[in-house]
């Protein structure tokens, strides 16, 4: 699994882990990357199936398979445990990791996530899986700012979906990928086990994702004993992207707080 460091250098230095979606590229944090990495240590890796680690998927890929991929990062990282930031599939990959490697786990910020998949998520994704197969690459593409953006922030920053649209075509991680990773986060449920989770844990929901209900984090948040539940008003499911300097700042004093003790 090829990774990338940034920010501090020392491995003694507090780690963060950031951990995309279901796009799968560590690209979706750089509003946070340089933030972050002033204070920490800060690992971005690209998911198996995806980018820097484009590959073909097995049958049946899991997000606890997903898990055990960002252990071979932080091995080869040196780094023993790590403060983990996840966006919606990648939360499912945090809660996992949390599960396996409580020991590894310092905190975790689930961004948009959830225990257990809602019925308007799973009719989301099989409606741009149906897109997918029926329309084909460009037309999948062209949707998916859609389910990540508030309608006026879109309006207003044309030329930055056009981009986005030409980079999500240039880097598409390939249909068979695409559904095995879908297949993934809708098979995974954490209902049976979530009392497991012991480390510090951070809910960040937005009220309009369209994609994501803002009630499967309170859910998720109302389950865990060492969590605390953020709610903003605005911002979509990619809010960390169009407003970052708020989650920025919310993650940083987070990660503080746990490393304070």
């Known amino acids: 699994m090829k990774y990338q460091v940034f920010g501090r250098?020392?491995?003694?230095?507090?780690?963060i882990v950031l951990s995309a979606g279901l796009g799968g590229s560590h690209h979706f944090w750089r509003p946070q990357i340089e933030a972050l990495g002033e204070k920490f240590r800060v690992i971005g890796y690209d998911h198996r199936g995806t980018g820097a680690n484009a590959e073909p998927l097995p049958d049946n890929y899991t997000i606890e398979d997903m898990a055990d991929d960002v252990v071979q990062v932080m091995d080869a990282a040196g780094a023993g445990s790590v403060h983990f930031v996840g966006h919606a599939l990648g939360a499912l990959v945090g809660l996992a990791l949390a599960r396996t490697n409580p020991g590894r786990m310092r905190s975790l910020v689930?961004?948009?996530?959830?225990?257990?998949?809602?019925?308007h998520t799973r009719r989301c994704f099989d409606v741009?899986?149906?897109?997918?197969?029926?329309?084909?690459?460009?037309?999948?593409?062209?949707?998916?700012?859609?389910?990540?953006?508030?309608?006026?922030w879109l309006e207003a920053h044309p030329e930055e979906i056009a981009h986005e649209e030409a980079a999500g075509l240039k880097n598409f991680q390939g249909t068979e990928n695409l559904l095995r990773r879908?297949?993934?986060?809708?098979?995974?449920?954490?209902?049976g086990w979530l009392h497991e989770v012991q480390c510090p844990l951070l809910v960040a929901a937005t009220r309009d994702d369209v994609l994501v209900p803002w009630t499967a984090s309170q859910a998720l948040a109302e389950r865990v004993a060492n969590a605390t539940l953020w709610i903003e008003p605005a911002g979509g499911h990619g809010f960390t992207a169009i407003e970052p300097?708020?989650?920025?700042?919310?993650?940083?004093?987070?990660?503080?707080?746990v490393e304070a003790g």
């Open 182 to 191: 879908i297949g993934a986060l809708l098979k995974f449920s954490a209902s």
């Open 245 to 257: 300097k708020p989650f920025n700042d919310r993650v940083a004093d987070f990660v503080g707080m």
């Open 128 to 152: 741009r899986s149906e897109l997918l197969l029926c329309a084909g690459v460009e037309a999948y593409v062209k949707a998916q700012p859609i389910f990540l953006y508030p309608s006026a």
């Open 110 to 119: 689930s961004v948009n996530g959830w225990a257990e998949v809602s019925t």
């Open 9 to 15: 250098s020392e491995r003694s230095a507090p780690t």
